[in-house]
């Protein structure tokens, strides 16, 4: 049951009560507690929602950038996480495995608020050894979700 209503939300979190216990065939109170249980227990942290920056705010720089850490003793990757993340800037931050260590994505008001970012803020704790921005240009699908509003080519797919 569990991993079928995360399923539904996951597929659209406005899904009422009602419909989620329509299509698991329990009461929507059944749902309700099942989505409180999994809250309560931190497996569903939050929900989102998923927008076209074209439309919403056209000004806003999206990056995603990469850290190469020296990882600290006895603590890992963990204390230099926590400080990146604490920046309103960052909007995710991600442990990688490959050719660096953390991914972080951050948010801007425009190219320079980014690199001043990058420069000023990242490059400079202790423990970041390099650093490699990419900045976003432009968003296809997002979380499951196609963010052109043109149908997707099938060409492709099969």
Not at 3 to 19: D, E, G, H, M, Y
Not at 54 to 80: M, N
Not at 115 to 128: K, N, Q, W, Y
């Amino acid at each position: 049951m569990k991993n079928k209503i995360i399923t539904l939300l996951q597929q659209n979190a406005r899904f009422s009560n009602t419909a989620i216990g329509e299509m698991l065939g329990i009461s929507p109170e059944e749902a309700a507690a099942e989505i409180k249980k999994l809250e309560d227990e931190g497996i569903i942290r939050g929900y989102s929602v998923i927008l076209d920056e074209e439309r919403y705010d056209k000004s806003t720089v999206y990056a995603t950038i990469e850290l190469k850490v020296t990882p600290q003793r006895d603590c890992g990757f963990d204390d230099i996480a926590k400080t990146i993340m604490m920046y309103d800037e960052v909007e995710s931050l991600t442990l990688m495995s490959g050719s660096y260590d953390l991914a972080v994505e951050v948010k801007g008001s425009n190219l320079k608020d980014v690199a001043l970012f990058v420069s000023e803020r990242l490059s400079t704790i202790d423990g970041v050894l390099s650093t490699a921005t990419h900045f976003i240009l432009k968003k296809y699908k997002e979380k499951g979700i196609f963010i052109d509003d043109e149908e997707p080519d099938e060409r492709g797919l099969g």
